[in-house]
């Protein structure tokens, strides 16, 4: 640890910093003016690096190579302007919930677009011209080209601060940010300022994109890779602020420069590797950020809304058809064992749709009901798999027992991490649930000692009584519709009432004498708990665990699950959770281009159902009795 090492880290931190600031800044800029939460930003990105790639092999490296980056950002641009055009103008009526639902399944076509056109090999483009070599800096060699993006980083930012404080146009983005139906009874074509912004925003992370190119290759991870920092740096700003985003992309650049100088450090006869922090720093700043500054370090707190969610009819009773339909489902599921006997794959698809829709119909308990959208709900699936396969294997706990306290394991997360979420709301509450699920999953990914650390955990096998995999699907069957009952007869009681209350009208709940905050917190545990059982019941079902069932991947297919099916009724998880898993599992087995195809039919089904498939049918359902008894 010397002190030109020390210096050489920092600058590698600012070059990084550079990149990641191109990339937040579109993205605050979309966030700040349509209100979306593009989840395929960080697709922008990794497409303007493979175009620069091919631009700069059709142009020549010499003296078509800067050319090439400027083309690729412009052609990003092109391509965000279309997509706003043709997919998401279509949605800005949906929830907010269901736009990110598209910027989802959209990120999913543009992958295995990327993947049909460029191929899953890694891509190396040439060194900079004239940036090839290296400065001396303090007896160490230091790369030109990255002394090139350390600049790079505030001359954009000096040129997005004129063109947004110094013209009509910029004038009129900081003023959609404030108050964008003002903006439009004022005159201003919205729908054009919308796609004028989304463009911009594309451009740079094709921009960051193609910079990048003389310092990694080009590969079909980039985009998950990249979206989850921009995302962080957002936030940590503050949403909308260019300059918070410059700032906090130095920030998170910066300590993880410091991460890698510190490496290996023994203290008080303890080593920690600091090296390892990379993986999570920025999810630690973030967390930091929102619980004691939750509008940003740059960003302005909202004023409290009258009314945090929209207004919806009382729950009403269950009717005879749909009673009628839930007890020919049970018995369709009890008979699916004997009728598809001959083939033993049906049964362990099955249970697969089960724990989905357990997993499924956990987090719309929280999101429906109690209007609380968790980025993270992963995190307590992944407690309570960990909490199983370690209480078998390490305490050798039956497992019959071990499904009984796995979930107690989740809830006690679920408890910890609640009280803090309680306390943010909207987007911040989500980000603030997404970074701790990723700093628990960065400890089980990390700690090889005791969660086995990427490789996971092996031999996690259910009872002797169990082994055979239709018995194991009863006793899944049961607990998964025991537990989906229990939550449906909870939002019944006063219990579920006062979510909902709490949900449309915090002042009015507050002004009643609701505690909303512990209500909350309560309805945080309980979604853990049966996350954490689900998770449970996937471990045995499986044998093993790995890390990827806390990581960020999982936390998404949930929020599609809860989408796709209806955030507004009661059975949408479950429709969902069944037609997302059921659709990956057909269209991976019968494609290459899996993801482009399940993006696109979820990309229909958004544009068909705004509100989900079951709020379709449900819609639909009460129409018809309408128009009955207007004709009666």
């Not at 009952?485 to 009015?508: E, N, T």
Request: net charge positive; hydrophobic share 55%.
């Amino acid at each position: 640890m010397s002190f030109s090492g020390f210096i050489v880290q920092l600058l590698n931190g600012l070059a990084g910093a550079s990149s990641l600031f191109l990339v937040a800044a579109g993205l605050s800029l979309i966030f700040g003016v349509t209100r979306i939460v593009n989840f395929a930003h960080g697709s922008f990105f990794m497409v303007g690096i493979y175009v620069a790639y091919s631009l700069v092999g059709a142009l020549g490296s010499s003296l078509g190579f800067w050319p090439a980056l400027l083309i690729a950002a412009l052609a990003v641009g092109v391509l965000g302007a279309l997509v706003e055009i043709l997919l998401l103008r279509r949605v800005y009526r949906a929830p907010e919930l269901f736009q990110l639902l598209a910027t989802f399944a959209l990120g999913l076509v543009i992958k295995d677009g990327v993947l049909w056109f460029w191929g899953a090999e890694e891509l190396l483009g040439p060194r900079a011209p004239g940036l090839t070599g290296s400065v001396s800096i303090l007896g160490r060699q230091f790369p030109s080209y990255d002394i090139f993006l350390i600049v790079a980083g505030p001359v954009v930012l000096g040129l997005l601060w004129l063109l947004l404080t110094r013209t009509r146009w910029g004038t009129l983005v900081r003023a959609a940010t404030q108050d964008r139906e003002m903006v439009s009874a004022l005159g201003v074509n919205q729908a054009w300022l919308f796609t004028a912004v989304f463009a911009l925003g594309a451009l740079l992370a094709g921009l960051g994109g193609a910079l990048q190119l003389p310092r990694e290759p080009a590969n079909l991870e980039m985009d998950l890779n990249i979206i989850g920092a921009a995302f962080v740096v957002v936030v940590v700003g503050g949403m909308g602020s260019i300059p918070g985003a410059y700032v906090a992309a130095l920030l998170i650049a910066e300590l993880k420069a410091i991460c890698i100088w510190l490496g290996l450090v023994e203290i008080a006869g303890i080593s920690i590797s600091f090296s390892k922090l990379t993986l999570v720093v920025e999810f630690l700043v973030m967390a930091v950020v929102l619980v004691a500054r939750p509008w940003g370090l740059f960003g302005r707190p909202q004023a409290p809304s009258r009314h945090a969610g929209a207004a919806e009819q009382p729950l009403r009773r269950p009717q005879r058809l749909y009673k009628a339909g839930g007890a020919a489902l049970l018995l369709l599921l009890a008979l699916m064992p004997a009728l598809a006997a001959q083939s033993p794959y049906v049964t362990v698809l099955l249970i697969d749709l089960l724990v989905a829709v357990l997993f499924a119909a956990s987090l719309h308990f929280i999101m429906g009901p109690a209007g609380m959208h968790s980025f993270g709900h992963a995190a307590y699936f992944g407690l309570g798999a960990y909490g199983a396969a370690l209480l078998v294997r390490s305490l050798n706990m039956p497992m019959e027992l071990a499904l009984v306290v796995a979930p107690l394991v989740a809830a006690l997360g679920a408890f910890v991490y609640g009280w803090f979420c309680v306390r943010l709301s909207g987007v911040y509450l989500a980000m603030l649930t997404l970074a701790f699920a990723q700093i628990t999953w960065a400890i089980c990914y990390q700690w090889d000692a005791f969660t086995g650390g990427s490789n996971g955990l092996t031999g996690v096998w259910p009872a002797a009584w169990l082994a055979d995999k239709r018995v194991y699907y009863y006793l899944t069957l049961v607990l998964v519709v025991g537990a989906v009952l229990f939550m449906h007869r909870m939002l019944y009681s006063p219990f579920g009432y006062g979510m909902r209350a709490a949900r449309d009208s915090v002042l009015r709940s507050d002004a009643i004498g609701m505690n909303v905050k512990r209500m909350q917190w309560a309805a945080f545990v309980i979604a853990g708990a049966f996350a954490g059982l689900a998770g449970a019941l996937y471990a045995f079902s499986k044998g093993s665990i790995s890390p990827e069932s806390l990581h960020v991947g999982k936390s998404i297919d949930g929020l599609v699950m809860v989408l796709l099916g209806g955030i507004q009724t009661l059975v949408g998880p479950v429709v969902g959770a069944v037609t997302f898993t059921w659709l990956h599992d057909t269209v991976a087995r019968n494609t290459d281009y899996w993801r482009a195809m399940l993006g696109a039919i979820i990309l229909i089904l958004v544009l068909l159902f705004p509100q989900g498939i079951a709020g379709f049918a449900k819609q639909l359902l009460a129409s018809r009795r309408g128009a009955a008894g207007e004709k009666s």
